[in-house]
């Protein structure tokens, strides 16, 4: 007997109550259909199937209390609710998505096992949720996007897969303009009504290539980090308060996250007031 499941929130849930019911069958997850028949026809041609998760349309705020019964309740102000919990870990990099569906059903319906399990698997994907949490808070702290007329862009380079999330994040705060999100060979949009497309989509970077602003719109970041060299007190400087604000792991997801980094480890070239002032005149 093989589950197959699409490794989402709901196929994650919908495999478990199904191994709950066989537990000697064998977990299968695929991102799509033809992925799936794929995995099955290199694997298990002749064996019996169960697909779930690639066309139901379920409430998975009712499959979760299914899967836990006896509810939730949070153990610290870190911790996300069980929905949450799975979405994060699933968009881990060493995510393993019928490991996560053998974990949730060894809980037995005991949420509490997700956040405070003994054994060595619980703790790892414990940590992976937090990872998660943590790459995605941390780009929203250092991640500096490049603004056009109507566009807002950025370049990132995510350790894990919260690219999208970022997109939306910022798409929210940016209702007038539509957000790219280049990570690697694809792209995010949202807002995509105002440059006539989908609200939100995933897309290549070659097809919203022509969409990006040029990197001349960073020129007002170059005069005011001349301003501001030119205000800087040197003497006043935390240098380990700007290390903890600035970590050198988080650096590199941004160029200007970069230059900001190298500002703390190297400081900041003496500059005065005038220079700012000429370097105004002369881009007038």
Known sequence: MIILFKATVTGVLLACLELRQRPEADL????????????????????????VGFNSKVDK????????????????NFDSPPLNYIELVL??????PAELVRLLHGCEGEVDGLYCGKERIYKRYYRYMREVKNN???????????????????????KNHVSDMLCRWLAVRNPDRAVI????????????????????????????????PSEDSANPEELWDTYYKSQMIDNRRNHSLSKRLQPRGDSGYSTMSKKDRYFVERGIPTSTLLDFVNEKQGGQ
């Not at 968009?91 to 393993?96: E, I, L, Q, T």
């Open 28 to 51: 299968v997850f695929a991102c799509d259909p033809n992925e799936g028949e794929t995995k099955l026809k290199m694997t298990y041609p002749t064996a019996e199937v169960i697909r």
């Open 61 to 76: 705020e009712q499959l979760a209390k299914r899967v836990f019964p006896d509810g939730w309740h949070r153990i610290t």
């Open 181 to 212: 999100v280049v990570d690697g060979k694809f792209a995010y949009v949202c807002n995509g009504e105002i440059l006539k497309m989908q609200h939100f989509l995933k897309t290549s970077v070659d097809s919203i290539q022509h969409l990006i």
């Open 91 to 96: 968009r881990h990099r060493k995510c393993n």
């Open 136 to 158: 995605y808070h941390r780009l929203c702290m250092f991640v500096r996007p490049v603004c056009g007329d109507t566009v807002l862009y950025v370049n990132v380079t995510s």
